[in-house]
């Protein structure tokens, strides 16, 4: 009787252990299949335009070899630096022509060598055909002739003339000719802008950068800069992982989703390279889970990202999950083990009292203490197999079911066959069975093996 | 050789057991060790056995110090001697050779030689025709002679005998005492604890006295109960 209970209750033990075990197992390969959770999503639109009041820190002027970059200015042509690279710049619509907002390079030596270019800018109304280029060389005095009227694609905009102010400050010229005056050049350039009877409103602003005459430079666009400025911030902080930082642009975005959902052509047509609605986005791994939030602080704060997403709360949920589930299961299975220690003593006890007399007789004869224990450890470690070996059946056939049962179900969770863990349930089972019968016998045959 | 220092033992409950007891007793020696109920008999069979600890002085036997001696060289001391006692303590459910045997087998006797060695000694004790019996289907005069062959299966060189005939009719009693005598005629040393009279007188040995916990008498072909 006392050896069914000691088995029952040592395989009721193993049983708990065995499902925790299986319990952590899955929570585990599940953690996996959802990802790596130590990670924060940066999203930055870097195309977004700006409003009026949005700051920008301006960026770094361009490099020319023989020529100091002295700073920015918004004047066409400027030679006086109005900012320095750093500053911060806020965004004024009275600098904007035609919602665009340039920064001109200021430098040390303006290039001046005489000749004049001349451009027009339709100041923001989307034409019905283009301005006609010209790429005559003038000089202060030369006449030059209008191009054609230009046309807009709204018919209640029409065409009044040509401003060398974007604001038409400067007055409307409506002649079809015009002779460069020394005070029209700006930069070797004069830029002339269409007056429209009714001119556009812009709330929203972009930024450039102009080399400002000096042509062997490039500056890389606004966004280029946004991304770039970003990720040399996201570089220097604490807590980012070793190569922990992936750039995924906002066209590898695009093409991933419209591969993703390449059966519905209605997204398909709405998801255009001009139309990108997606951002341009940093994947940034980081080490130590406990100093995420700031972390998330810091990367929030770097100018030019608009969004972050961090997973660190799904990943605190889970982990308490977890960590409350080994509680429980902790605390079930000190318990039983103890009770099924205890059984086995109380089993062992039994046998031991039963020859007690046995016992003596053999210490009187020489037995060492091994060869007195020996048996009682074989039946403590012969309930444990036993035990074990039942509490694995018993575990195999409940998780077949359950695998069953959930796995047709719920697609979400992913079961880990009994075949990948079996052995070491197996294992575990027969182990653990064998410790504590041993444990059991030793502690109960230890007052009967004193000398 | 077996030697008591001024052996004291005073047990747990303040009991005093032995008050100072020098004894020696040589190899091959035949010692009768009496004295009335609760004089300390029992004790010194005890202390012999290493069933229990002296509380002060010394007790060799042969080479094994026995205040001294760690717990795990017990068995082997035990190995050499054998002990016999009143109630024989026999395993019930083992036939007579299989008891002799058991003792053979504890200290991992080869089979063959156990075979050989149980036949031996069940010839001594004249038990050969019983060896299948079971301990119950004996009398006490052959349960004593089972247990005594058991004693000398492992070739002791000292039998410790504690009240041998205490449960054994008078004329079996005499039985166990000649074959006691023809195993000390073999060599060994033989120490027998008793109180009975007729049995010490009888066979004039050594008689060491034991009187409240001291030795009140030691001499060779003494008597029971005799004063120095």
Not at chain 1, 287 to 313: A, F, H, P, W, Y
Not at chain 2, 73 to 78: E, L, M, V
Request: aromatic share 10%; hydrophobic share 40%.
């Amino acid at each position: 009787m006392m050896t069914i209970a000691s088995v029952i209750v040592l395989l009721s033990c193993l049983i708990v252990m065995g499902c925790f075990s299986m319990l952590l197992i899955n929570i585990n390969t599940n953690l996996d299949s959802i990802g790596d959770l130590n990670e924060i999503v940066v999203f930055v639109y870097s195309d977004a335009p700006y409003k009026e009041g949005d700051t920008r820190t301006l960026p770094e002027g361009p490099v020319v070899e023989g020529n100091n970059f002295l700073g920015w200015t918004t004047v066409p042509g400027g030679v006086e630096a109005q900012y320095m690279p750093g500053d911060k710049y806020v965004i004024d619509p009275s600098d904007a022509i035609a919602g665009e907002i340039r920064f001109y390079a200021v430098w040390e030596n303006t290039k001046n060598e005489g000749k004049l270019t001349v451009s027009y800018n339709a100041n923001g109304v989307a034409l019905d055909g283009d301005i006609a280029l010209d790429d005559k060389e003038y000089k202060v005095g030369s006449t030059l002739n209008f191009p054609e009227k230009p046309v807009s694609k709204n018919p209640t905009v029409t065409f009044l003339g040509w401003s060398l102010t974007h604001d038409g400050s400067s007055g409307t010229i409506s002649a079809d000719k015009y002779i460069i005056g020394e005070k029209d050049v700006k930069g070797g350039k004069i830029t002339f802008y269409a007056m429209w009877s009714n001119m556009p409103e812009f709330t929203e602003f972009t930024l450039a950068y102009d080399p400002n005459g000096v042509e062997t430079v490039s500056i890389p666009t606004d966004s280029e800069l946004k991304l770039k400025h970003v990720e040399e911030q996201l570089g220097l902080l604490q807590n980012v992982a070793e190569d922990g930082i992936s750039f995924v642009s906002k066209e590898d975005t695009l093409k991933d989703q419209k591969d993703k959902y390449k059966d519905y052509p209605g997204l398909q047509s709405f998801l255009t390279d001009s139309n990108n609605p997606f951002p341009d986005t940093f994947v940034v791994t980081y080490d130590d889970n406990s100093k995420v939030d700031s972390l998330q602080l810091q990367i929030e704060s770097i100018e030019g990202v608009d969004k972050v997403r961090c997973r660190s709360d799904i990943a605190k949920t889970i982990e308490n999950l977890k960590s409350g589930v080994i509680v429980i299961f902790s605390w079930f299975m000190v318990i039983l083990f103890v009770v099924s220690i205890f059984v086995i003593i109380n089993t062992i006890k039994l046998t031991v009292a039963n020859r007690s007399e046995e016992i003596s007789i053999m210490r009187y004869l020489g037995a060492t203490k091994w060869f007195i224990s020996l048996p009682f450890q074989l039946e403590g470690a012969i309930i444990g197999v036993f035990s074990g070996a039942i509490a694995f059946l018993i575990q195999w056939y409940v998780y077949g079911y359950v695998h069953k049962m959930v796995g047709a179900d719920l697609n979400m969770i992913e079961i880990v066959p009994f075949s990948e863990i079996g052995v070491f349930v197996f294992a575990g089972c027969i182990i653990i069975g064998i410790l504590t019968g041993l444990i059991g016998s030793m502690i109960s045959i230890r007052k009967n093996l004193k000398a | 050789m077996i030697e008591f220092k001024n052996v004291k033992k005073i047990y747990d409950n303040g009991t005093v057991a032995l008050d100072g007891v020098d004894l020696t007793i040589q190899d091959g020696e035949f010692v009768f060790i009496v004295g009335a109920s609760g004089a300390g008999k029992s004790t010194l069979t005890k202390l012999l056995t290493r069933e229990e600890m002296i509380t002060d002085g010394s007790l060799t036997v042969d080479e094994f110090d026995l205040v001294n001696m760690p717990e795990r060289k017990i068995p082997y001391y035990r190995r050499r001697i054998g002990i016999v006692f009143q109630d024989f303590r026999l395993i019930p459910d083992m036939t007579v050779r299989e008891n002799v045997a058991f003792a053979l087998e504890i200290v991992g006797e080869p089979r063959a030689k156990i075979k050989r060695t149980v036949n031996s000694v069940l010839k001594t004790v004249g038990l050969e025709h019983k060896a299948n019996a079971f301990p119950n289907q004996l009398s006490g005069g052959e349960q004593q002679r089972v247990a005594l062959a058991r004693a000398l299966a492992n070739n002791a060189k000292t039998i410790i005998a504690d009240e041998p005939t205490g449960n054994i009719d008078p004329r079996r009693s005499l039985e166990i005492m000649n074959l006691l005598i023809k195993i000390h005629k073999k060599n060994k040393t033989v120490i027998v604890v008793t109180h009975e009279k007729q049995l010490v007188d009888y066979f004039h040995q050594r008689v060491v006295t034991i009187e409240n916990g001291v030795v009140t008498s030691d001499r060779v072909g003494g008597m029971f109960g005799e004063k120095v």
